[in-house]
């Protein structure tokens, strides 16, 4: 096992590492990999075109490093799915699959449903909202998974500047991880605090341990998928790569607020779970925030569930399609 101070240093990398698409494809293929790039959507239209156009003819048409390209979508009532298509992409409406096992929307339902859609050894995830959009968002992330085989799951990190009507400030960004997340792990899983920004949307993952963690349908996916990961593997199996500048139109802090909600109430199960932590009363659903009108304040409340869907390798369909038992002769 690595010290913590070790890790940072060895497995902390750069894009430009990575930038011999060529070199990268041809190691790919000599270890037998297949990737795919599963890209969560719900209404997207402004973006969705051209981060396919971009990833594909440099990743897939000039350079075959991703195995398929997947729009996973929500329920958007714009253009996205259309757009996508059009451009390209493989295109599933969350909604339509393994529908005996309900609905639920959010980016982790998403991304759960990916691994029963998708077939890549790896797989990619990378936000839709993303302005400045660049082939390193993917070969940054797939880079050590190809490399080294002891690396099961790779993390983004990047300057995050805050846009604004007036443009971009340079700094800031990342304010849940700093004022929320990063104390709690701290606290808690102090090895995790080495990861630069633990809720960034953009990671890959090998199937194999992907399909053996739980997934929340909500905000609390990213934080989730490093507790469980860690749990099982350490913090030996992560990496993370400097992506350099990440620019996203950003939320209110109001937003933030019902976000770190969702974040805090995951985090909290897995200390009920792995008993660092006893709760008497369980915790509620309702986010409280006000507004103001005329100088009177007034409570608006958010109903936050804190849904998880199973490992999928508990799911019998995706046992079947890829886990077949062996036929008898």
């Not at 590492?17 to 795919?36: H, T």
């Not at 700094?171 to 080495?194: D, K, N, Q, S």
């Not at 139109?249 to 933030?256: I, W």
């Not at 897995?270 to 005329?294: C, G, P, W, Y």
Request: proline share 5%; charged share 25%; aromatic share 10%.
């Amino acid at each position: 096992m690595m010290k913590p101070e070790t890790w940072l240093q060895e497995r902390t990398f750069h894009h430009a590492s990575f930038w011999d698409l060529k070199k990268l494809v041809e190691a790919k293929e000599r270890r037998g990999l297949s990737i795919s790039l599963c890209l969560p959507t719900l209404n997207e239209e402004q973006t969705i075109g051209k981060e396919i156009v971009i990833l594909k003819s440099e990743l897939r048409d000039r350079y075959p490093l991703l195995d398929e390209i997947a729009v996973i979508d929500s329920g958007s009532t714009d253009r996205t799915r259309e757009i996508a298509a059009s451009f390209g992409a493989d295109v599933y409406l969350a909604s339509e699959h393994l529908q005996q096992y309900g609905e639920h929307r959010g980016k982790g339902e998403n991304l759960w449903k990916a691994l029963y859609l998708l077939k890549g050894d790896i797989i990619v995830y990378v936000d839709t909202d993303i302005a400045n959009i660049h082939p390193r968002f993917v070969y940054g992330l797939v880079g050590p998974l190809i490399n080294d085989p002891q690396i099961q799951y790779v993390k983004a990190f990047y300057d995050r500047p805050l846009a604004f009507s007036q443009g971009l400030r340079p700094t800031g960004g990342g304010r849940v991880t700093e004022i929320l997340i990063r104390p709690l792990f701290c606290l808690f899983y102090p090895e995790l605090a080495f990861i630069l920004q633990p809720l960034s949307g953009e990671y890959a993952g090998r199937r194999s341990i992907l399909e053996r963690i739980a997934f929340p349908v909500g905000y609390g996916v990213e934080t989730s998928m490093l507790i469980d990961i860690y749990a099982q593997l350490g913090l030996d199996a992560f990496a993370q790569t400097d992506l350099d500048r990440r620019v996203h139109r950003n939320q209110e802090t109001v937003a933030l607020g019902r976000m770190a909600f969702g974040v805090l109430k995951t985090f909290l199960s897995r200390l009920t779970q792995q008993q660092k932590a006893v709760f008497h009363d369980a915790a509620s659903n309702i986010m409280r925030q006000f507004e103001t009108t005329e100088g009177r304040y007034q409570q608006v409340e958010y109903v936050i569930e804190s849904l998880e869907r199973p490992p999928m390798i508990e799911i019998e369909e995706y046992r079947q399609k890829f886990h077949p038992e062996p036929q008898e002769v």
